[in-house]
């Protein structure tokens, strides 16, 4: 566990993201802060479309102007807000300081160019390094996440790769700068659960040898109760609840949070007379349009909870318990998930 | 590959199966590739195949049907149709390659600043626009006559007609490669914007400018055969394929064979050039390669 004392290594303050589209502006990121410390990962949840990858890109810049644009915040690296650099210093900034592996290994690589290529483009961009030097860096990555006959692999091209292989090279390029911040940007979802494992210790691994601090967008809660030591819970571009992982697990607060735990199947779980496992919980209803947005609190309309009071004023995030956050006018209100 | 369904047979049965494979999966490209290197070297070894000088007047002899000395016959003015034919291959060819490399690079570059930029494609679409509007065979006759006629004008005039169609296309594929994945992850480390285009875009939309960089040729070898039948592409004198038939088309009734052997080989190029494209586009796009 980090230390609480120790300065954020990434901290996202009140970031408002917005993309203008001819239904009217879509505010994708609302006021959006979280921190993360050195040693640390944070995990950001949400369902799709929550805004938690468009917060991401937001801190590296990487949103493309128009039809999106960053219309308010802060995004600080270690004290200095990434928002107000030059398009040449953000580039510095990018792959050196804060590094982002993306979702899907298959298309994130290019697949005309070779592995070698692709690690080598980071060690000479940002380390002047040579054509050659970098290719000796690539394979020395390579070796560290543990990608066996390294020489060979520099010459292959992402196809001739496993799914696996291709985020264990994404991981590599990643690292290769040795980053102060890793977005990880649902970076098992696409794999199959054994791989998944493997993946996850990688990073467990490069994070206590280097040091990064970890932002974690999933919406696999299995995956952050593994790797996160906090949470935070995002809704409709919003923050909603924030918590040190245990307690998010043990007592959520917003009834949106509690819908997710419920919503998450269940391994070793009592069956039923007949035999069969309770049927999976859902939350009915969809994510309100982010172009009109409710004047109240936007889960309102799918939450079992919510009264005329809920539907007028938006909650505000106060925080409940130390280190615990959450925006609902009846937070811990919800009954607990009948779960085994 | 075939690997699975022949490796039981054995060795020598799964070769030859496999080479049955390819050229049975690529009979396109092996065909068209046979017949337009057959017409590339009978245009370049033209001076060893036949002793005429092209445009050599020959009176005593003029409309021989095609004979020993003569094998294509000659015209009215008793040139060698023969030479000719193939000298006039090599008007053809130059022209076809030099319009589909120069329309090929300038669309290229136009396309990629257009897939990219907002500006740049609202500017050059419109233009763009504007010019696919007009039939090209209009706008190089227009071109032709406000010069003075030359091969290098002649490229020209079909080259302009056609940079819109290879623009659009170039545009169309940045589009979507510039929305994948590996290139937000290349921008994520970051790439200057001029080595995210050239290294990481440009090498994903090769394919389809190859393969329309072939169709640019083979209509450039039509286009030019156009302009010379009517009398507005290269200089008269100089044989191509077009001028040759338009020579020609006065004495179809008397001797036929001053159109149709230039014809003939007018019309194997065209083909043998876009069946070509489309042997390479089969090989190249791995979508439709692997539905087989």
């Known amino acids: 566990m980090p230390e609480p004392t120790a300065p954020p290594a990434l901290e996202i303050d009140n970031l408002t993201t917005c993309f203008d589209t001819q239904d009217g502006v879509a505010v994708a990121v609302d006021g959006m802060s979280y921190s993360v410390r050195s040693r640390e990962t944070v995990g950001i949840v949400g369902e799709s479309g929550c805004g938690k990858s468009v917060t991401a890109l937001s801190a590296l810049r990487l949103i493309p102007t128009p039809p999106g644009r960053i219309a308010g915040g802060r995004v600080l690296l270690e004290g200095r807000d990434l928002l107000q650099l030059g398009e040449a210093d953000m580039r510095q900034v990018r792959g050196n300081a804060i590094s982002m592996i993306f979702q899907d290994p298959m298309t994130s690589l290019n697949p005309v160019l070779t592995i070698g290529q692709q690690i080598a483009e980071i060690g000479m961009l940002h380390q002047g390094l040579s054509r050659k030097s970098a290719l000796d860096r690539a394979a020395e990555m390579l070796r560290v996440v543990h990608i066996p006959d390294q020489r060979r692999r520099l010459e292959e091209y992402p196809h001739q790769l496993s799914g696996g292989m291709r985020q264990r090279v994404m991981i590599a390029i990643a690292l290769t700068c040795s980053p102060k911040v890793l977005i990880a940007d649902e970076p098992t979802t696409a794999l199959d659960v054994t791989i998944q494992a493997q993946i996850l210790d990688l990073l467990v691994e490069l994070q206590e040898s280097t040091g990064t601090a970890i932002v974690m967008i999933t919406h696999d809660l299995g995956v952050v109760s593994e790797m996160a030591q906090r949470v935070v819970v995002m809704y409709a571009g919003q923050k909603i609840e924030e918590a040190p992982v245990g307690a998010l697990f043990e007592a959520p607060l917003h009834p949106y949070t509690c819908g997710l735990l419920a919503a998450s199947p269940r391994f070793a779980e009592e069956r039923n007379e007949a035999g069969h496992r309770r049927p999976l919980a859902e939350i009915s209803g969809t994510v309100p349009p982010l172009t009109n947005p409710l004047p109240g609190c936007r889960f309102a309309p799918r939450c079992p909870l919510a009264e005329e009071h809920c539907r007028r004023a938006p909650p505000p995030l106060v925080e409940r318990r130390p280190g615990h956050w959450a925006a609902c006018w009846h937070a811990g209100e919800m009954p607990p998930v009948p779960h085994a | ?292």
Do not use: K
């Open chain 2, 1 to 292: 590959m075939s690997g699975a369904a022949a490796a039981p047979t054995g060795f020598a049965f799964s070769r030859r199966r496999r080479r049955f494979r390819f050229v049975s999966r690529h009979l396109t490209i092996l065909v068209g590739g046979t017949l337009l290197t057959l017409l590339i070297a009978l245009s370049l070894a033209a001076p060893l195949i036949t002793p005429y000088d092209p445009v050599a007047l020959d009176v005593i002899h003029r409309l021989r049907p095609p004979n020993a000395q003569h094998w294509f016959g000659t015209d009215n003015y008793g040139r060698d149709i023969l030479s000719r034919t193939l000298y006039g291959g090599r008007i053809s060819l130059f022209v076809g390659i030099s319009a589909a490399l120069a329309s090929g690079l300038i669309g290229t570059t136009i396309g990629l600043f257009a897939g990219m930029f907002r500006w740049a494609d609202a500017i050059s679409m419109r233009i763009t626009d504007g010019l696919m509007a007009i039939p090209s065979i209009l706008l190089a006759v227009a071109m032709m006559t406000l010069v003075r006629p030359g091969v290098l004008i002649v490229i020209i005039a079909i080259t302009i007609p056609e940079v819109p169609r290879v623009a659009r296309l170039v545009r169309s594929v940045v589009l979507v490669i510039r929305e994948q994945t590996y290139v937000q992850a290349a921008a994520s480390i970051g790439t200057r914007l001029p080595r995210l285009l050239l290294h990481h875009i440009l090498p994903n939309a090769l394919t389809p400018i190859i393969v329309q960089a072939t169709y640019v040729c083979a209509s450039a070898v039509l286009l030019e055969a156009y302009l010379g039948f009517l009398g507005v592409g290269i200089p008269p004198e100089i044989p191509s394929w077009g001028n040759i038939i338009s020579d020609g088309r006065t004495y179809v009734q008397l001797a036929i064979w001053i159109v149709l052997f230039p014809g003939a080989f007018l019309g194997l190029m065209v083909m043998s050039i876009n069946m070509l494209g489309d042997g390479v586009r089969d090989l190249l796009d791995q979508r439709l390669a692997n539905r087989f």
